[in-house]
């Protein structure tokens, strides 16, 4: 069995990947709208992993409907929500995918799929989409990670991930500067991965 | 790390042991009240997985609290879902438990715990309580079964299990027999683990 995991090159994403590993053949998939150089940074990570690893380019009409979305709520999560739901979408609608999977934590509002955006994307498109973190709280994704992830931590605006904020940020950057992004994401706390730990 | 996984032979919580091997030393922990054997089929399967189990007795007041539940709401959840979480606190009180995960999944709706209550009992009793199919539907729970698990499937009231329901069950058969028990519990289908597929 094939899973292709979303892959933004943080603890989450990775350590969901390493869970699947023993029981399917993972692949790791970054979304970019080529904005920035995203692909490059969760490729190197995933080659530091040992899990194959490829981008897809969704219709850049996502970034910016999430754009328009983000100004005028002037908070992040429906942008977001927004864009993780289109990407999956995208690719469950690729005929070779069955299994897609995501770093989707217990304690984690965004991104989250309603459970029926869920049952339907997995009715309409025939995948399963599945959450290897779901059933795992903070102190335990925590554990797991330090056992198998070496990793880097800093504020999101110093650290370069693979995820939609990071487009979306540049974005907003191109089109009202800095200032903007600071108003409208909260500073928080970035993982990146160096590099998997031997267990 | 080690992790205690609720058991009940059946095929969610057997999977779910499964899943988490690679990365835990298992145990599996049977709850039982001693009103039926479901300790010596429990032992039996965990013995066919591979598994070192043993068997809990938590206070027999919860089977009686939770028997005058199920007999005033004239249904079973809420009286399940009692036991459910004083077995969980009781095998948190263990000082050797760190980590206790059991076979829920995305779309159960009982057993089931409410994540202040998750939240209480890791704060309260410093443990992890963790739930390895929650981000798993349906459908690719049963993919990974029949991957790995042989199972056979019958009526709850036909197949010998290991859960909560087996013995409320016989408590409402010893006090006001089985068309009370038909009153109470939908039939519905029931597994038990035979064996273990090689993968």
Redesign the interface.
């Known amino acids: 069995?094939y899973v292709s995991v979303l892959f933004s090159g943080g603890k989450d994403s990775s350590l969901s990947a390493i869970?699947l590993e023993?029981?399917f053949e993972v692949e790791l998939v970054t979304c970019g709208f080529s904005l920035l150089p995203v692909g490059e940074v969760a490729a190197e990570t995933a080659e530091r992993l040992g899990f194959p690893h490829r981008m897809i380019k969704p219709d850049g009409s996502i970034l910016e409907k999430a754009y328009d979305m983000i100004l005028q709520d002037g908070f992040p999560k429906n942008a977001i929500n927004f864009i993780h739901r289109n990407v999956i979408e995208h690719l469950a609608s690729d005929p070779n995918v069955s299994?897609i999977a995501d770093g989707?934590r217990?304690d984690d509002r965004v991104p989250l799929l309603e459970?029926s955006q869920?049952?339907s994307i997995?009715d309409r498109l025939g995948v399963?989409?599945?959450?290897?973190?779901?059933?795992?709280?903070r102190?335990?994704v925590n554990?797991?990670v330090q056992?198998h992830l070496v990793i880097e931590e800093g504020l999101s605006e110093d650290i370069l991930k693979a995820d939609y904020e990071t487009e979306l940020r540049e974005m907003i950057i191109q089109n009202h500067g800095p200032e903007k992004v600071r108003e409208i994401f909260p500073s928080h706390v970035q993982s990146h991965v160096i590099e998997r730990r031997n267990?």
């Open positions: 069995m869970l023993p029981f299994f989707i217990r459970l869920i049952r997995e399963h989409y599945v959450c290897p973190l779901k059933g795992f709280g102190a335990a554990e797991l056992k267990a």
